[in-house]
Every structure is written in C-alpha cells, then in structure tokens.
C-alpha cells in the first residue's frame, strides 16, 4: 500500500458555493427581455437618456452568457470571482492594448488587417496570462473556460464602442443603427473574439508545466491560425465588395470610379454584397471551429501528475488544492477523489478534512 488513505467525495468545497446550472438561460432570457424592452421605450419615448443602457446591455448580453454558460458546466470549481477577474480585467487590458498598438504600428494597407489580428490576439492572450499568472492551474479544459472568458471581456468591451459609434450620425442618433450593429455582434460573438481566445488558451495551459507558460511550437502554431483567422474576419467586408465589383460593375459605374466619384451600388449589387459577406463570416466560422476540433480533440484533457499536490490531511485523509485541478474524470492519486477542497481553509497543523470517510472510486 502506499500509504495514501481512500479520500470521501466532497460536493462544495469549504467557503465556496458551487454554481447551480443554467443560470444562463435565465441571464439571457432575462437580458434580452430588458434590452427589447428598453429599445421599444426609446424609441416610442425618443428618450436619449435610455440609449447608454441599450449599449450595455446589448454589448454585454450574449458575452457574459457564454461565460456563464461554460463556467457552470466546465469550471465551476474556479470559482466566481477568478471568473469575473478575467472578464472584466481581461477585457478592458486587452482593449486598451489593442488600441495603442493599433494606433501606433499600423498604417492603411492590404496587409493591415493582418497587423489587427496578430495585434489583438496577442493582446487577448497576454491579458490572459496577466490575469491566471497566480493560478496555479493546468490542463486544456482551463485554458478553454479562461481564455473564453478573457475573448468574451475583450468582445462586450469592444461591441459597447462600436455600439456607440453606430449611434452617433450626422442626423443625429440612430436608434436604428444601434440596434442592428447590436443583433450582428451578438450573434457573432460567441464564434470570433470569444473562440479565438477559447483555442490559444486551451492550448497554452495544456503545455503548462509546473505553474509556468510554456512557449511551444503549438502554441505558436496556434497563435497564427487564430489571428489568421482573425484578419480574414475583418477582411471578409472588403473582400466582398472586390468581388461584388469584379463581377456585376458596368461600364458607366467603372467610368464614374475612374473619374473619382464613387458611383451608387444597385439594389442586385447590395444583395450579393450581403450574400458573400455573409459566406465569407461563415467560412471563417467553420474554420474556427475546425481549429478548435484539432487543438481540443477528445480525451486530449490529462493533468500532469507532478501538479496536483497532494496534502497530508487530519486523520489520515487527504485532501487536494483546489487551485490545482486533474482533468475531468476526477482521477487522483490512490483511486478516489475529493473534489475542490481547498490548502487555504486548512488549518496550519495540517490539511484540510475531508468528511466522513465514504469514499467514491473513481470512474472507470
């Protein structure tokens, strides 16, 4: 025998109140019932007042949802404020990083949109590491759930200023303008900033050793496909119209370009416009996807055995930091388990206890 007693399962750590599930549908839900319901008062009222919380709701719903979503079916043992950390932090330092740099190294050109990928992925990712530096944790299934919230911050944030800009028109405010970049974002969110972030981090806290990042080839293989990713986003409008022009402009259209005046689009030309838009968004989509299949195939989430300290608990049990996880059967050492039981509710003269002795095996 090795001397390591079968440890009784716990279901709540000590201080920690685990998170009870689908919370989100009842945040979204409940979101969205207030943002339709503050959009319809705005605009039977005029009432400009109302507009700020039309942009935070709007920026904020779909993002702080998926964060929700995946904090209660894969992280609840992190615990909500490391969650709220992330969000908020993350996503304010990755904005305000990628602003500067932006500003300061990028110049129009056909290769810009490649700068703002490589730039903000970059960016997301470090707010990443700022903010998890004191976690020690590893293992895909982490990385998943923190670079998601980090990509979800980073989302709500920069939809909030783009919703401001569409709001604001030489006519004045456009409530209708707000409203629709809004519903796009929304939508999108969850398979751009959010995903992107998603697969980098996965990838980087599984080559985590020992509480340190690791600078692997595959995550800087990740790293590229991500902003790749990222730049054929942002190139998916432009891309568009070239083809829309290359393909239905007339010769009176091409005339008036030549002479500088910029000619009006058709009502067909609009159209198609919206169609390749639309193809280009989801092609990238699916690529995202695809790259997060490869970087998270199943059964790829094994802890690292050397980082799940085992703590000699009172009576001969033993009891697991809960800042140290194993992937997501639960197995430790000895067999059996003892689920988010944390080194810093435990008194000085040794590990925290684990309650009564029924152990739970492992499952197979």
Known sequence: MSGIHPTPHVTTPPGRTAARPHHWARLFLTGLLLWASTV???????????????????SFLVPATVVIRVYERYAADLGPDRILTCFG?????????????????????????????????????????????RLRISGLR?????????????????????????????????????????????????????????????????????????????????????????????STSGIAVWLVARTTTSDFQRALFDLGYMPNPSSEQIHLYTAYDTAGLLVVSLGGLLLAAAAAPAGADRADPGTVPVLPGLSGHVAYDAIHFTHPSGRYPGGVWCRETRASDAPTSGGPRCPAPSPTPCPA
């Open 142 to 234: 982490y990385g998943l759930v923190l670079g998601a919230t980090v990509g979800a911050g980073f989302a709500a944030f920069e939809s909030a200023g783009y919703a401001f800009n569409a709001v604001l028109s030489i006519q004045g405010l456009s409530l209708d303008d707000l409203v629709e970049t809004e519903i796009l974002r929304g939508v999108l969110a969850p398979v751009g900033h959010i995903l992107w972030t998603a697969i980098i981090g996965g990838v980087l806290f599984r080559a985590r050793r020992g509480g340190r990042f690791r600078v692997t080839a595959p995550v800087v293989l990740t790293f590229l496909g991500v902003s790749l990713l990222h730049a054929l986003w942002d």
């Open 89 to 133: 932090l993350g996503g304010v330092i990755g904005v305000l990083g990628a602003s500067v740099l932006e500003s300061y190294l990028l110049s129009p050109s056909v290769w810009m949109y490649v700068g703002v990928g490589l730039i903000e992925e970059a960016v997301k990712l470090a707010a990443l590491v700022l903010v998890s530096r």
């Open 40 to 58: 319809l008062v705005t605009f039977f009222t005029d009432n400009t007042n109302l507009v700020p919380t039309i942009v935070l709701l709007g």
